[in-house]
């Protein structure tokens, strides 16, 4: 079946670890994101990629980082450098920008 | 900058009763816009895309509206089930410079559906 895959289900961390995010797509979907939610509000976008080794900052990119290095993967990494990082982290990808975004289930991140 | 809002933040109905799901966005320069459906601790389900070249979409029970001129988009539900229990998403498609395009998501209508 094709999907999205996300790794962990849920993730914790020390203060001043960094830790990365699983994201792993069969769907030869070209563009993939990172989106971050808190409660109340809206997803918000962290960086994307429309192609390998090409990717661009989101709204909201201070203290991640991420790569491209394969058309299937795209971590994330959340560094020491974001302060708040306790949140829910959603993985998506579109074949095309007039396609519907599809998305993973989802990494549940606490900082202890 | 666009924004997206839905109203109401939450709705309670019992089941059976038709309903509707409000979206507004303020830059009418969309792509398309995506409905989707998020269940508690899991990730979006897509429902319905609209083209912005298009008035509406239907699936099954499911019908979306989409009005660029006014900035607004509805979702209609039919005859509700307790399933239908969830939050709803809306989100809008724009295009970026360089040729990348993001999506723009409301913040949510949180649906109980009552037996």
């Known amino acids: 079946d094709g999907g999205i895959t996300q790794s962990p289900k849920y993730l914790f961390r020390k203060e001043g670890q960094n830790v990365t995010l699983s994201c792993e797509q069969n769907?030869?979907?070209?563009?993939m994101y990172w989106y971050r939610q808190d409660p109340g509000q809206g997803l918000r976008l962290i960086y994307y990629s429309q192609i390998v080794n090409d990717f661009q900052k989101g709204d909201i990119a201070e203290g991640y980082s991420v790569s491209r290095e394969k058309k299937e993967s795209f971590p994330l990494t959340v560094t020491s450098a974001q302060k708040n990082p306790t949140a829910f982290y959603l993985c998506a990808t579109t074949a095309g920008r007039g396609n519907e975004q599809v998305f993973g289930p989802g990494t549940r991140l606490t900082v202890l | 900058k666009q924004e997206v809002t839905q109203i109401p933040a939450a709705l309670s109905v019992p089941e059976g009763e038709n309903l509707v799901l409000n979206c507004s966005f303020t830059d009418s320069a969309i792509y398309n816009l995506q409905w989707f459906r998020q269940d508690p601790g899991k990730g979006l389900t897509s429902l319905l895309l609209?083209?912005?070249?298009?008035r509406e979409q239907t699936s099954g029970r499911l019908n979306a509206s989409l009005d660029k001129s006014s900035g607004r988009s509805t979702l209609y539900i039919a005859a509700s089930q307790p399933g239908d229990s969830a939050t709803y998403l809306c989100?809008?498609?724009?295009?970026?410079?360089?040729?990348?395009?993001?999506?723009?998501f409301g913040t949510g209508t949180q649906l109980k559906v009552e037996l």
């Open positions: 609209i083209q912005s070249s298009q």
């Open positions: 769907l030869n979907h070209d563009a």
């Open positions: 989100a809008v498609r724009l295009l970026l410079t360089g040729g990348g395009n993001k999506l723009t």
